[in-house]
């Protein structure tokens, strides 16, 4: 049995994470901000830094997903703060706790291919340089607030994800809504590539890395075929029965959802070169397999 500490136990990853390591066995902590309510929980407040080392005594591998929602409203220049800096400081604090526990934890620190910017039809790996924008920026501190750790020889992975294809939640989410309707068509020409990975693998990847301290530093978690959107609308269509041709102007996008529009259209073609070298396997390795296990419940709920 392994002890795993999450932290954002309550999103759409750390949930399905949480419920999959039990499944198998394992113990799962779940650090929250509120007063504890269970045995299965623990105090933190990552905004002051505070993490008690002695919280990690029994501890195997954290798996820090903590951070204030990227898609979930519009990018005031106060949000963007709170983008920036709840990651910062919750890996600031995970990273000071495992250091003060004095044990050799395994760290799996959430990431993402917003790194790598907009790339056009550049094919992306774990060694690409990273590129320009605010998620850029935002993820190089990310994974910079952990790096120390990595450098003094701390077992630290960079999960960098990609698109999480669920109707539960996420950037994937609205495109289903919308699909329903009838609006799913492509944005614009639909050309920029998107790194879908279902729900499923994003989880299995997690677990994979937990299982996995040797492989550290960044890894992509994203679906072994990267589409172009206009693809991913036409699967959505075909899988919901719905139209999915007419287009979005960029423009109305950007009406709609501000400034977030600029990464909504960036090009990742993001590649799990590292995933698929050490020996993962996706189960939903397609483009129309994620969408099916994307749209499962969508369609029976239609």
Known sequence: MTVVAITGASGLIGSALTRSLRDRGDRVIRFVRRETRSADERRW???TGLLDPASLADIDTVVNLAGAGIGDRRWSTEHKRAILRSRVDATRAVVGAIEGSGRGI????????????????????ETSDPGTGFLSEVVR??????QPLLDRGGSVAFARTGIVASPSGGAFAPLIRLTKFGLGGPIGLGRFYWPLISLADE???????????DLTGPVNLTGPAPARQRDIARALGTAMGRPAFLPAPPLAVRIVVGEFAGEITASQR?????????????QHPTLAEIVRSATADAITSA
Do not use: Q
Not at 108 to 123: K, L, P, T
Not at 141 to 146: D, F, I, L, R, T
Not at 203 to 213: E, G, N, Q, Y
Not at 270 to 282: D, I, N, Q, S
């Open 203 to 213: 989880v299995s990847a997690l677990t994979f890395l937990i299982d996995r301290p």
């Open 106 to 125: 395994r760290l799996v620190n959430g990431s993402a291919v917003g790194i790598y910017g907009d790339r056009g039809d550049e094919i992306l790996t």
């Open 141 to 146: 501190a990310w994974e910079g607030s952990a």
């Open 270 to 282: 993001a590649l799990p070169t590292r995933l698929t070298e050490a020996g993962f396997a996706h």
């Open 45 to 47: 407040d990552p905004a």
